[in-house]
């Protein structure tokens, strides 16, 4: 089990790059397709835009993985009066983190305006609130960079209720061995598996079963994996790790979370992966996330019939400026190699 960390940095940093919040994913599932197609699996986009890839295996029995493509981001709500724009959240931003970060307008017509994010009150020159107005919703606006002090001038430019706005990444990948971005909750696990695949292909491994490989795009709204491409027997969703208060999930480990919002995860295929992790010496981490949803909630939600668990690598700060190390991808990846090709 050779963790080809250079290869896994190499596609991280490119899907970073690439705009994916909920509901605007298709370059981002493009470009993903594009690079698995590239090792010769069978790829498929379903109607709701998720990426599918099918790996043979041994045996007729099917397992599934997931990560999730789509992040978070804004769309544009309305206009403030001044040329201006009002926004609305996809997902769960931590909005006061967001307060002067530069972005991007996607229009509907093909057009892209850059911007800045900011508070009502951005000026500490001109304004006594400045350092203690809550940055939220209410109190935010995305300035353009565009000569426009009024809302007509504004709607010239096509700017439409729904255009989506798109904040920077803010890449870096250290010295030490640490990933520094937005948004690897949660292109960091589809990374991982991408590895993983380019691996298996490599070395001509095959899986122990038959593997369905799903790269969804709506998790960060919910309802990601509501549809399951085919049968399964069981499904491992491939997702950040917690790291905080009464979490022992660090920037190193994968963790392996035994029950989040939506109650506990199967024992059995849970306890399985605890035992793999285990006994391969893996620096692993076993939680609870109460304030956490993931792929596989979202499909027995949906009435699916099937063991369901959830692994992924710690990243710390989760919603806004995210950090985890290279260590955390590469026992993600190895306890992956270890229940798909043991």
């Known amino acids: 089990m050779n963790f080809n960390g250079e290869y896994f940095k190499k596609v991280l940093a490119e ?15 493009a470009k993903v397709k594009e690079i698995i197609d590239g090792m010769g699996y069978e790829t498929a986009v379903t109607k709701k835009g998720n990426l599918v890839v099918n790996v043979a295996g041994k045996s007729g029995h099917t397992v599934g993985i997931s990560a999730h493509i789509d992040t978070l981001g804004l769309v544009v709500r309305g206009f403030k009066g001044d040329g201006t724009l009002t926004f609305s959240k996809v997902g769960g931003s931590i909005l006061p983190t967001l307060d002067g970060e530069y972005c991007k307008v996607y229009t509907r017509w093909g057009n892209v305006y850059t911007g800045t994010i900011l508070s009502n009150s951005p000026s500490s020159h001109v304004y006594e609130n400045a350092g203690t107005l809550a940055r939220d919703a209410n ?52 990374a991982i598996i991408i590895a993983l695949l380019k691996h298996f292909k490599d070395n001509n491994i095959t899986p122990n079963h038959n593997v369905c490989v799903v790269f969804s795009t709506y998790e960060e709204v919910g309802h990601g994996l509501a549809h399951l491409p085919q049968d399964v027997d069981e499904f491992v969703a491939v997702d950040m790790g917690c790291i905080g208060d009464d979490l022992t999930c660090t920037e190193f480990d994968v963790s392996i979370c035994a029950k989040d919002s939506s109650g506990p995860y199967d024992y059995e295929l849970t306890t399985r992966l605890i035992t793999l992790a285990k006994d391969a010496g893996l620096n692993f981490a076993v939680d609870i996330y109460p304030m956490y949803g993931s792929d596989v909630s979202a499909a027995w939600r949906a009435g699916n019939d099937m063991k ?35």
């Open 15 to 29: 899907i970073l790059g690439i705009d994916s919040p909920t509901g605007f994913t298709a370059a981002a599932v």
């Open 139 to 190: 109190n935010m606006h995305v300035k353009l960079d565009i000569e426009t002090d009024n809302d007509d001038k504004t709607k010239e430019l096509g700017i439409l209720a729904g255009d989506f706005i798109c904040y920077e990444p803010k890449t870096v990948f250290t010295d030490t061995g640490f990933l520094k971005s937005r948004f690897l909750d949660d292109k960091m696990s589809v």
């Open 308 to 342: 369901g668990a959830l692994i992924g690598p710690g990243v710390a700060a989760s919603h806004g400026m995210e950090r985890s190390h290279i260590k955390a991808a590469e026992n993600t990846w190895k306890l992956l190699h270890l229940y798909l090709a043991k």
